[in-house]
């Protein structure tokens, strides 16, 4: 068989796909995977924007910029007062919210920097072994 023959032999054979027996539960199978892993990944994505979130608002509440002093212009004595009232009442809505939905106790702001690495670090843990359980039972 010649080169010129050759290929498109290789090009016909290659053309036609051959048909599997169990193509349709292959099919149903790979979409089955796709979706229940794309519910696990919105679901992670979303706990963890909610948790990101939660974090950034309870820093931003806390934050101490200081215009008020005697030695600033009047100009930043004025926007000290507005960001300190704006601060405070966004402080006081979102301990309403947690308050309605019975997170009164919780305080992220007492905790010291190292028993939330801490607890972040667990929580990574746990997680990364609940992925790998899911993993070994795929296998």
Not at 13 to 33: G, I, K, N, S, W
Not at 42 to 56: D, E, I, Q
Not at 79 to 107: F, H
Request: charged share 15%; glycine share 8%.
């Amino acid at each position: 068989m010649s080169v010129d023959e050759f290929d498109p032999e290789i090009e016909r054979l290659f053309a036609r796909t051959p048909h599997m027996a169990d193509a349709p539960l292959f099919v149903a199978d790979v979409e089955a995977r796709l979706a229940s892993s794309s519910r696990v990944r919105t679901l992670a994505l979303t706990l963890a924007g909610l948790v990101g979130g939660a974090v950034a608002v309870n820093q931003a509440m806390h934050v101490n910029i200081n215009f008020a002093s005697s030695d600033a212009p009047v100009a930043g004595r004025a926007l000290g007062q507005g960001l300190q009232a704006a601060s405070a009442g966004t402080e006081n809505a979102v301990q309403s919210l947690l308050d309605q939905v019975g997170l009164a106790n919780v305080s992220l702001g007492s905790m010291s920097g190292m028993q939330l690495f801490w607890i972040a670090t667990a929580a990574l843990i746990a997680l990364a072994a609940a992925g790998v359980m899911k993993l070994s039972q795929e296998a």
